[in-house]
Structure formats: structure tokens, C-alpha cells
């Protein structure tokens, strides 16, 4: 039996193919996958999902692993089992402004892909907002007028930069982490603690 590993389609999984070739595991089936969405390695089987799906594979024991951002585990809080950082997919989640913004005396709007992780940063200032949910390009939000202020991800800060914003403040300092189903590490414990150990000992990647 071969552990199941649910991985982030898109730039985590290129980060973790790296990662994963680092650690001397054999990658040509990954390489190789075109579309599928399923693929066996020599020692894993790999399935494919964006990050939010990963997590409730892994919630729900169809994967006993999962790759994913920290970002999704604080939005959506999963039951899983939250193993350890790796050394890929840094950035930060941070509240930004246009340049020069005042803080409007009303009610402030804040659009994001992450209305969780908004609603606790604000909740915990002791302040109610407006949130509205984006699912992409967020930066766009405060220069059409939706928003005040976005809460969404910043690696190299390119995009603000390039659309006029500013950090006001880092909300949570991220990356990308292993989970785990909470049945299988104990049910199959033997299975995944070489696996573990082997993630745990990788090295930094781009
Ligand atoms: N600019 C970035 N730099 C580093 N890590 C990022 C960046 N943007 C997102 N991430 C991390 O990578 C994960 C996957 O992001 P990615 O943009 O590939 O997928 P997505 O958010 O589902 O967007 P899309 O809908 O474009 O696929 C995020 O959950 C986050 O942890
Ligand atoms: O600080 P940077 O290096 O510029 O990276 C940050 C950008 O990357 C992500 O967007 P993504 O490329 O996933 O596109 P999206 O707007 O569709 O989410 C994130 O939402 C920011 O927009």
C-alpha cells in the first residue's frame, strides 16, 4: 500500500516537485502526468486539487497527506491534522490600500478571497467591516471603488506595486504545510512516518 498525497494543482505544486526531487523520491510519473488527476509514483499515489478540495480530502481520509497553504487552513480550518512547514510557497497575507489612502469616517469595505481570515483580523481590532468576497485579482477592488482595502497575498509585492497599493499591515506570516488525516496517523503510522521524517529533513526551494 502506497500513502495517498493530496497536492495543490498550480504554483505549489511546481515548488513541490522540486521539493520532492530534493529529497531523491523518483518524479518522472509527476513529470510525465499531462491532465491526469491521478498518478502513481513509485511511492506515492499523487491526486491533484485546488488547495481548499485538498484539505477536505485530507479531512476526509481519501488522502492520508496533503499539500497546502497555510492560507487555507486558517480560512477554512479543516479538521486535519496540521504536521509541519515546508520550505516552499512563503508569502504573506496583509491588509493594503491605494497609496495616500485616508481611512473613510463609515463603515470600511474590504474585498478578499479569504472573508475568514478578514473577519478575525478586524474581529480581534474590535472592528465590524464590510467584507466582499473576490475569487481573483483582488488589487482591483480599491481602484474600481468596491473596496476601501484588500486582505489577500503578498510574495514579492510586484502586484501591489504595479497597481498602486501598500502594505498597512502583515496579518499572518505563511507557507506552504503538510497535513495529515488524524485516522491515518495513527491507523498507518508506520506507513507515513518514513514519509514524514524525509519532508521534515528538505531543504529551502525557491
Ligand atoms: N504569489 C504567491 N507567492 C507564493 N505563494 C502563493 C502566492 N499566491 C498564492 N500562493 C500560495 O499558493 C497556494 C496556491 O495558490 P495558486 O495561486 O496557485 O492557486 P489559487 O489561489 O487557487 O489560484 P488560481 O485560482 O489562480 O489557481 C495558495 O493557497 C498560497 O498558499
Ligand atoms: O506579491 P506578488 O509576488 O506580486 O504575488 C501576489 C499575487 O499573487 C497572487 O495572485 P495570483 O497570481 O494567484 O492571481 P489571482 O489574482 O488570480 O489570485 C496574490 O493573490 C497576489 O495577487
Known amino acids: 500500500m502506497k500513502p495517498v498525497i493530496a497536492l495543490t494543482k498550480g504554483r505549489l505544486e511546481k515548488q513541490f516537485l522540486e521539493f520532492f526531487r530534493s529529497l531523491g523520491y523518483n518524479d518522472q510519473a509527476l513529470i510525465d502526468k499531462g491532465r491526469k488527476l491521478r498518478v502513481d509514483t513509485d511511492d506515492f499515489q499523487f491526486v491533484f486539487a485546488k488547495g481548499p478540495d485538498v484539505a477536505t480530502y485530507v479531512e476526509h481520509g481519501i488522502a492520508d497527506l496533503g499539500i497546502v497553504g497555510e492560507d487555507i487552513l486558517l480560512e477554512f480550518q479543516p479538521d486535519v491534522f496540521d504536521l509541519l512547514p515546508l520550505p516552499f510557497g512563503k508569502c504573506r497575507v496583509a491588509l493594503a490600500t491605494e497609496e495616500g489612502t485616508q481611512w473613510p469616517a463609515r463603515k470600511r469595505r474590504i474585498a478578499s478571497k479569504y472573508p475568514n481570515i478578514t473577519k478575525e483580523y478586524f474581529r480581534k481590532k474590535g472592528e465590524s467591516v464590510d467584507i466582499f468576497k473576490l475569487e481573483g485579482s483582488v488589487e482591483l477592488a480599491p481602484i474600481l471603488g468596491l473596496a476601501d ?23 499572518h506570516q505563511i507557507s506552504a504545510r503538510c497535513i495529515a488525516n488524524r485516522s491515518s496517523l495513527k491507523i498507518k503510522r508506520a506507513l507515513l512516518n518514513p514519509v514524514i521524517q524525509s519532508f521534515q529533513k528538505g531543504e529551502t526551494v525557491s
Open 149 to 171: 482595502a484588500i486582505v489577500d497575498i503578498v510574495e514579492t509585492g510586484t502586484t501591489l506595486e504595479e497597481n498602486g497599493l501598500v502594505i498597512k499591515e502583515e496579518i
